[in-house]
């Protein structure tokens, strides 16, 4: 049993190294001119440069001291082999079992799941072939041309991350739509000028009850049937993506066309689950392996490499340190690449989803700061928008840079612009700009301590040569295993999500208050709210 995290050895020796760090600028510690090479790192097709963060090796070792006070290794090994760690929910977590080779073996309750995955990557490579050649017809005939991804949350936010990233790898043809709000105007919009004739619906829930989920499933099919008025086209214009094969052909979806995934692939980590099937129609089973591939390749890194050279244990104990010692409320994603526009997004849901606890896992209330605010926008556009704050603002907000060499569209002198940026944003945010240097530039005196920049903001650089399926696999299971990391030492369930619920029933409760004119009973301000609505809709 370890002790509690505040009280281990480990901990204290980090508080007491934090009074000596606090202060530190980053511009005395690039004094000394190897400060790069000794903290670069790189692993597989990335290069992680953590410089220009508030550390010395002594930071780095105290750490790695605290991670492995954790037990990490040994919780590394636990989720690797199939045991129960997500405990609230009696579930493994083998999410990189879904990108296991062939010859793996990892066992649940004694069975091997490898086959069964593979079955399904064939299941789903198969029906990815038929759609994209033209092979699989619609009900009247004619060839898919709408693919329309019916899903929320880790149903949605995955897919709609990787078709983004890997859109240039993507058959042109194919049009794919992602509807997940439950708000009418999200379905509504989504079919705008769609014909039902050449649209293929992919229902994507893991439990296949998600309101969201069910709600536009039906409108979909209400509008698939109103065009081919027959309950038999749904066989040829529905797929659905579950666990829940009793739902699945409740709602009339032929099993035949359900790829299935397992209760021990979290929501948020499902994306190389059977819930990459839009990825797949639109990139290809090819390209789809090389995406798991990649994921692979860092999931063996993660399980091999020492903790000190172990690149998603170094960016969770960078975040660690901001979180836990500097006070950081919150941590940027900031891709330099507009493939990525949507890997924020998708990171928001899978770190504070996975680390929003504040309780132990022996049940106590944590006395320590877990999960942080993850936000952020592609690069250049944030820089218009809140970088201001980053440079300049009151609050310490650690960034991750991530950029590539090679653009996927090579358009004039646009990349070298983008990566002029990329590399100038991390230099002004750690070296920042003095009183001195304004003076000497002539600027006015009343102005300098407007236009001086403290510095000392600390980024990560991550970088790849270019983002193939490969590196977004590679870069998809490092933040998947810093969150893991990261929970670990936080001594929090991560692969839960118990804090969804109680929104989701009272929301039953509501609705059908909604409906008729029942007397209610909540509190003064949501009667209110309710009798304004009901006034007014
Ligand atoms: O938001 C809660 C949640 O359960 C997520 O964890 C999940 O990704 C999402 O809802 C969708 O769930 P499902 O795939 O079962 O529809």
């Known amino acids: 049993m370890t002790a509690k995290l505040t009280e281990r050895s480990e901990w204290k020796a980090l508080e007491l190294h934090y009074a000596e760090m606090k ?61 129960k760690i997500n405990a609230t929910e009696d579930r493994s977590v083998l999410h990189v079992a879904l990108r296991s080779p062939k010859d793996a073996v990892i066992e649940v309750d004694g069975e091997n799941v490898i086959p069964a995955i593979h079955a399904v990557l064939d299941q789903m490579a198969a029906f990815s072939n038929k759609v994209r050649s033209g092979e699989w017809k619609g009900y009247t005939g004619k060839p898919i041309k709408n693919i329309v991804n019916v899903g929320i949350g880790g149903s949605d936010l995955g897919p709609v991350m990787a078709y983004e990233a890997l859109k240039c790898y993507s058959q042109r043809g194919l049009n794919l739509i992602f509807v997940s709000n439950v708000d009418g105007t999200h379905i509504a919009e989504a079919l705008q000028g769609l014909d039902a004739e050449e649209t293929l619906f992919i229902v994507a829930s893991k439990t296949f009850t998600t309101q969201e989920t069910m709600t536009n499933a039906h409108s979909a099919r209400t509008w698939c049937l109103e065009s081919l008025k027959d309950d038999a086209a749904i066989a040829k214009h529905f797929v659905a993506l579950s666990t829940n094969g009793a739902a699945v052909s409740e709602f009339g979806i032929d099993t035949a066309n359900m790829f299935a995934f397992w209760d021990w692939v979290g929501g948020r980590y499902s994306l190389t689950s059977a819930i990459g099937l839009p990825v797949m129609l639109a990139i290809g089973p090819e390209n789809f392996t090389e995406l798991l591939d990649g994921y ?92 201001q704050l980053i440079h ?114 009272l929301a039953a409760e509501i609705l059908p208050e909604l409906e008729v004119d029942t007397e209610l009973a909540h509190d003064s301000s949501t009667n209110a709210l309710i009798e304004y609505f009901r006034a007014n809709k």
């Open 23 to 83: 202060d530190a600028h980053l511009r005395d510690l690039f004094a000394d001119a190897g400060r790069a090479a000794q903290f670069t790192l790189k692993a597989e097709d990335l290069l992680l440069d953590y410089s220009k963060n508030r550390i010395s090796a002594e930071t780095m070792d105290k750490l790695i001291a605290l991670a492995e006070s954790a037990d990490l290794k040994k919780w590394i090994e636990a989720m690797f082999t199939g045991e």
């Open 296 to 387: 692979h390749k860092m999931d063996t890194h993660f399980r091999t490499a020492p903790l000190a050279e172990n690149m998603p244990v170094i960016l969770a104990m960078l975040g660690i340190w901001y979180n836990n010692f500097f006070g950081a409320e919150s941590q940027a994603i900031l891709p330099y690449d507009q493939y990525l526009s949507r890997f924020a997004a998708y990171f928001q849901q899978g770190d504070m989803e996975s680390n929003g606890k504040s309780t132990t896992r022996s049940g106590e209330k944590v006395e320590w700061q877990t999960g942080p605010v993850i936000w952020g926008e592609p690069g250049t556009n944030g820089q218009h928008a809140f970088y």
């Open 392 to 505: 300049q603002g009151t609050k310490l907000i650690p960034c991750d840079f991530l950029a590539f060499c090679k653009s996927q569209n090579p358009i004039s002198d646009h990349h070298v612009k983008l990566m002029a940026n990329f590399f100038a944003q991390t230099e002004a945010l750690a070296f920042g700009k003095t009183a001195e240097s304004l003076k000497a530039e002539g600027v006015p005196a009343e102005l300098i301590p407007h236009k001086t920049f403290e510095g000392n903001r600390p980024t990560n650089s991550i970088m790849a040569e270019r983002l193939t399926p490969s590196v977004l696999g590679q870069l998809v299971a490092l933040y998947e295993h810093k969150i893991f990391v990261q929970g670990i030492v936080w001594d929090i369930y991560s692969f839960d999500q118990w804090g969804v619920q109680l929104g989701k029933v």
